[in-house]
Each structure stands twice: as structure tokens, then as C-alpha cells.
């Protein structure tokens, strides 16, 4: 329906509706780029909603708007709509939803510099999506706190959310999100000296992106695997080339 139609049959809920048309319309702008549009829908959403105070919208809009800050970089406007909420979704008992807020403030938190207050966050949003058995959130978490972790010089918890994403994902493969925990372990070895295990990484890195089709990556991996040898010479990266090899065709 259009929206004059839907606020034709429905004369009594005329400012809900708006507001519903106005959400709708934010996302939908933001979802094609318009970020000014987007906020512009969202800001006048939330102009409304101080009069009709309907919850469940207001939580819809903040979201939204969030992600919009977020996106234009305006990280204590983000920062500040995604507290909101936060509390909003904890008040309507909305786990899924407090979820996604807290992973977008995290993101906000990360991209602020707040290492450890967003690597906190991370864990927490982590633990729910375990327990609801939400792969995808988990991953994401996985991944947020491995860089929280490394940013603060701790390349051990790194390196253990990122092999966490590979063992959560032998069941159900999602590529894309493998590939990502691959080549971060790859640089995560390089960083920590530790070639052999770069080598390994790399290899199942370079597998994975070509099956995917990633010509790109392969090549930069071949690079990558080209300068390890160079450090560690002929004779220690054939060894290092061999134990992978063995290693990865043990695990099928």
C-alpha cells in the first residue's frame, strides 16, 4: 500500500503510522546509500515518536539511526543513539535486538579508539549469541574481540578468536567469513614472527580464495608466501611448506 492509502484506512492512528512509513523509509534510503536522506527520515521518525512514545518503533529508529552516524562517521552521535537503544531493548526484554545495538555500539567503541570497552562489549554480545546458538553474531563478536585483543598487544586472545571462527564453521562454511579469520591469522603470524604457522594460514587461505573464485587474494598470498621465504631462506620454509601440507591433509 502507499502511504497516503495506509493513513487513509487508518485515520485514527495517523502519527503511528507515519512514524512506521517514516522508519521504513529511512531504512530503505539507507540501505540505497542516501545517508542524508536516511537521516533526515529517521531524525523526523524520532520527532514523532516523542508524542506517541511507542516503544518497539522508537527502538527501530534509534537502531536505525545509529547505523546511519555510524556510517557518516559521527561516532558520539552514534555512540550515544545506540546506548539509547540498548536500554530501550532491555526494557521491552528484546535479547535479539539488544544484541544488535550492543554489536553496533561496539563497532562505535572500536572505531573510537575504546579498545578495551569495546573488546567488554564483544565478549558480552558473544556470550548471548552462544547461547542462542547464533553463528553468524558469534563470528562477528569472534572477529570484533580479535581485533579488540590485538590492538591492545594481545596476540594470543587474538589468535584464539580467530581459530574459534574456524572451529565454530566446520559444520556449517561460511566462506566468506573463514576466509576473513584466515587471512588475519596470517597477518597475525607474520606480526608475531611466527612463519610457520603464517605458511599454514596462508595456504588454506590461498585454497579457500581460490575455490571462491579470488584471484586477487591468491596473488597476494603467493606474495606473502614469497617474502617468507626470502626471510627464512630455501631450506626452512621447504619445511615449513611440508608440515602444512601434512597438517592441512590430515584435516581432510
Same mark, same amino acid.
Given at each position: 500500500?502507499?502511504?497516503?492509502?495506509?493513513?487513509?484506512?487508518?485515520?485514527?492512528?495517523?502519527?503511528?503510522?507515519?512514524?512506521?512509513?517514516?522508519?521504513?523509509?529511512?531504512?530503505?534510503?539507507?540501505? @540505497?546509500?542516501?545517508? &542524508?536522506?536516511?537521516?533526515? =527520515?529517521?531524525? #523526523?521518525? /524520532?520527532?514523532?515518536?516523542? $508524542?506517541? !512514545?511507542?516503544?518497539?518503533?522508537?527502538?527501530?529508529?534509534?537502531?536505525?539511526?545509529?547505523?546511519?552516524?555510524?556510517?557518516?562517521?559521527?561516532?558520539?552521535?552514534?555512540?550515544?543513539?545506540?546506548?539509547?537503544?540498548?536500554?530501550?531493548?532491555?526494557?521491552?526484554?528484546?535479547?535479539?535486538?539488544?544484541?544488535?545495538?550492543?554489536?553496533?555500539?561496539?563497532?562505535?567503541?572500536?572505531?573510537?579508539?575504546?579498545?578495551?570497552?569495546?573488546?567488554?562489549?564483544?565478549?558480552?554480545?558473544?556470550?548471548?549469541?552462544?547461547?542462542?546458538?547464533?553463528?553468524?553474531?558469534?563470528?562477528?563478536?569472534?572477529?570484533?574481540?580479535?581485533?579488540?585483543?590485538?590492538?591492545?598487544?594481545? @596476540?594470543?586472545?587474538? &589468535?584464539?578468536?580467530?581459530? =574459534?571462527?574456524? #572451529?565454530? /564453521?566446520?559444520?556449517?562454511? $561460511?566462506? !566468506?567469513?573463514?576466509?576473513?579469520?584466515?587471512?588475519?591469522?596470517?597477518?597475525?603470524?607474520?606480526?608475531?614472527?611466527?612463519?610457520?604457522?603464517?605458511?599454514?594460514?596462508?595456504?588454506?587461505?590461498?585454497?579457500?580464495?581460490?575455490?571462491?573464485?579470488?584471484?586477487?587474494?591468491?596473488?597476494?598470498?603467493?606474495?606473502?608466501?614469497?617474502?617468507?621465504?626470502?626471510?627464512?631462506?630455501?631450506?626452512?620454509?621447504?619445511?615449513?611448506?611440508?608440515?602444512?601440507?601434512?597438517?592441512?591433509?590430515?584435516?581432510?
Amino acid at each position: 500500500l502507499l502511504s497516503s492509502e495506509l493513513l487513509g484506512r487508518f485515520p485514527d492512528k495517523q502519527d503511528l503510522l507515519q512514524v512506521f512509513i517514516l522508519d521504513k523509509l529511512g531504512y530503505i534510503l539507507f540501505r @540505497n546509500n542516501d545517508l &542524508h536522506g536516511a537521516l533526515n =527520515a529517521y531524525r #523526523e521518525a /524520532l520527532r514523532l515518536n516523542t $508524542l506517541i !512514545k511507542n516503544p518497539s518503533f522508537l527502538l527501530s529508529t534509534y537502531l536505525g539511526l545509529g547505523q546511519v552516524f555510524l556510517q557518516l562517521d559521527s561516532l558520539e552521535e552514534a555512540e550515544k543513539t545506540l546506548r539509547q537503544g540498548v536500554e530501550i531493548a532491555n526494557q521491552l526484554g528484546n535479547l535479539p535486538l539488544a544484541c544488535e545495538a550492543k554489536m553496533l555500539l561496539a563497532m562505535v567503541l572500536l572505531r573510537q579508539g575504546l579498545f578495551s570497552q569495546a573488546h567488554q562489549l564483544f565478549l558480552e554480545v558473544l556470550n548471548e549469541a552462544k547461547q542462542r546458538n547464533h553463528i553468524e553474531c558469534a563470528v562477528f563478536c569472534h572477529t570484533g574481540a580479535a581485533i579488540c585483543a590485538s590492538m591492545k598487544g594481545e @596476540n594470543t586472545a587474538s &589468535h584464539r578468536h580467530f581459530t =574459534a571462527i574456524l #572451529e565454530s /564453521l566446520k559444520e556449517k562454511p $561460511l566462506p !566468506k567469513f573463514q576466509l576473513s579469520a584466515l587471512f588475519n591469522l596470517v597477518t597475525l603470524s607474520l606480526k608475531t614472527l611466527t612463519y610457520d604457522e603464517a605458511v599454514y594460514y596462508a595456504m588454506r587461505c590461498q585454497e579457500l580464495a581460490a575455490k571462491m573464485g579470488l584471484q586477487e587474494i591468491v596473488e597476494k598470498l603467493r606474495a606473502t608466501l614469497e617474502k617468507i621465504k626470502a626471510k627464512v631462506g630455501q631450506e626452512i620454509f621447504a619445511l615449513y611448506l611440508s608440515g602444512a601440507t601434512e597438517r592441512m591433509s590430515h584435516e581432510g
